[in-house]
């Protein structure tokens, strides 16, 4: 059964720290690997997309990686701020064409505490 | 099943054919959002549902989009007269409580893919 896991399930760290959150799925025949973050209230935000074929995307402040062989991906934050608080999730999308499904991961909640 | 549930999981519709999606969220919870997701891209809020009222409707794309939920539970999504940039993965969620805030879980069903020829 295809699953993806969320580590940890909530997270409060002070402004400043540098962190990592962790993703890991059980079927490494990945399409690809999204990571989003949710405000409350407010819909999705994207930020990185990964293909299967590639082991990093980084975006300002955000580092993600891919390791197909060992199932993990990992979000890095560096230098957090208090406007980084949210609920990061993490998607992997398997298959192609009509065959395609996408499998989230129930979120890390993340505080930054001023 | 006890997850969120959406059918059908695949529909391939003609230019200008209507479609209905369908959200079956875990029961008994309060929130319901639906999303439009295009390939290679990130999910795109469409409305969002406090059980029978529809308290967000500002990312529908066009009055060809409608939503409803008139029980508080099962959700319907509708698009009137499809066109080929309606492609998209729908993607509908729910929560137990009201507007989600930090730590309040979402649940998200695992699409309904929609293709328009």
């Known amino acids: 059964k295809q699953e993806v896991t969320q580590i940890p399930a909530a997270l409060s760290v002070p402004e400043g720290e540098n962190l990592v959150l962790n993703c890991s799925f059980t079927d490494s025949a990945i399409y690809n690997l999204q990571w989003f973050r949710q405000d409350p209230g407010k819909g999705l935000t994207s930020l990185l997309l990964?293909?299967?074929s590639q082991r990093e995307q980084t975006s300002g402040r955000l580092n993600a990686s891919l390791d197909k062989s060992s199932g993990r991906s990992t979000l890095y934050i560096a230098a957090s701020q208090p406007g980084d608080s949210a609920t990061y999730l993490c998607a992997v999308m398997y298959g192609t064409g009509n065959n395609r499904k996408l499998i989230w991961g129930l979120g890390t909640s993340l505080a930054v505490n001023p | 099943g006890a997850g969120v549930s959406q059918s059908p999981r695949y529909k391939v519709a003609k230019r200008g054919q209507d479609v209905a999606l369908r959200c079956d969220p875990i029961s008994g919870h309060v929130s319901l959002f639906w999303y439009q997701q295009a390939l290679g891209q990130g999910p795109e809020f469409l409305t969002y549902?406090?059980?029978?009222?529809?308290?967000?409707k500002s990312g529908l794309p066009s009055d060809r989009f409608f939503a409803e939920r008139p029980e508080g539970s099962v959700s319907t999504l509708k698009i009137q007269r499809t066109q080929q940039e309606d492609s998209a993965v729908y993607l509908c969620?729910?929560?137990?409580?009201?507007?989600?805030?930090?730590?309040?879980?979402?649940?998200f069903g695992e699409g309904s893919w929609l293709t328009v020829v």
């Open positions: 990964i293909q299967s």
């Open positions: 549902f406090q059980n029978e009222a529809q308290l967000d």
């Open positions: 969620a729910s929560s137990l409580f009201g507007p989600p805030s930090s730590g309040n879980t979402i649940y």
